[in-house]
């Protein structure tokens, strides 16, 4: 059966330990020469990139995130065991791991680092597909003529790259399509590299829960448990009429998938699909002044974000989390596209204030979507509005005086509340 040193990159055949290295760290799989598509995903990304910057955090548990009314961006393996999770409230992460290193996230070092990793599957294939900063779909489909060595081998010099070259680490998942490549990346972190062949798909799957599924959350969980589906065997038993009568576009995709099919290409840049920026209060707040300041700046961030990316949203997006952790969200579809702050904040104002009386909140949160080119955008005025183009005007006068002066040259009144 083909095996893989995964330390010296030797291919062979037999036996359990490497014959040219003699180490055990191998993959063996009968379809391991044969299959292209690979998800790549770096071990505990953050924290990671933490400890190679400072080589005394190496054994301790690491959280990168914010204050304690914040959440937990990543933890490292070592505060992974004691049970701290991404999304985790800081303050229950704390509880948890109590002795943790709490680091800011410095996201330009984690780009830059980004931009290295990118690099290097740039030398394996042009077909890469971003999902993150820290990780990847890659189609190595007909490369093996170029490098010499079937995918399986090249994916492990990646990461091995990776390891000796950045000091992170990463995980690999092979297969025959997306959805189980990223679904192998995940069975061995840290530093693991899993394959699932097409000969295996559907006993491998069958046993296995449905959250498995990229895209199915808690709510999703929740009405397919309501429909006796916990497991890919449960799925199996629908019709595929029944699924799509039942759930929709999604149970089309549950069908498919519950077989392992999966026709999605590996798409090289892929659009993005929203802009939007939030923040986490230090203490609960339901002051209209603050909140009302905190959205304007937010707002501003939205848009210079889309003006620098040439993009206009169709839709505002309005997101509060409560101190129950609630979290509700409003949008409004706007009669043409945007990129200018000022429709988004008084687009956004406008779905915050009827919530005015369910809060305190600790969360707030504002954004756009279905994007489109910008000089899509922004083309007429409004009937309802006539000071909107003269306010747009004035905007852009302000985006040219900060380009050259800096961004603190101008300062709306309500951004210093």
Partial sequence: MPALCRDCLTEFDLGSRCPACGRPRIVRHAELWDLS????????????????????????????????????????????????????????????????????????????????????????????????????FLDLSGTARLHGHPPAVMMARLVKRMRDELGVTGSVGLSHNKFLAKIASDLDKPHGFSVIGRTETQEFLRPRPVRLIWGVGLASQEALERAGIRTFEDLLRWDQRDL???FGGMGDRLWHLARGQDHRRVTRDSPIKSISNETTFAEDTADP??????????C?????????KGLAGRVVTLKVKRSDFRTLTRRQSLADATQMADRIYRTARALLDPLGKEGPWRLLGAGISDLVPADQADRGGDLL?????????????????????????????RALR
């Fill in 289 to 298: 002044d603050l909140l009302d300041g905190h959205l304007w700046r937010m």
């Fill in 385 to 413: 509005d006539p000071d909107a183009g003269k306010r747009a005007a004035a905007e852009r006068a302000t985006d040219a005086i900060r380009a050259k002066f800096g961004d603190d040259a101008i300062v709306k009144g």
């Fill in 300 to 308: 501003e961030k939205v848009s210079d974000r889309a003006k620098a």
């Fill in 37 to 136: 598509i690979a998800h790549m995903d770096c071990d505990a990304f953050y924290a990671s990139v933490e400890k190679r910057e400072n080589p005394e955090l190496a054994d301790k548990p690491v959280i990168i995130g914010g204050g304690k009314r914040g959440v937990v961006s990543t933890a490292c393996y070592v505060a992974r065991i004691r049970g701290v999770r991404s999304a985790m409230p800081m303050f229950q992460a704390l509880k948890l791991c109590p002795d943790a290193v709490v680091l800011k996230p410095r996201m330009a070092l984690y780009a830059d680092v980004s931009r290295r990793i990118r690099a290097m599957m740039e030398d394996l294939t042009p077909a890469i597909e971003p999902l993150s900063l820290d990780e990847a």
């Fill in 244 to 246: 799509v009568a039942r």
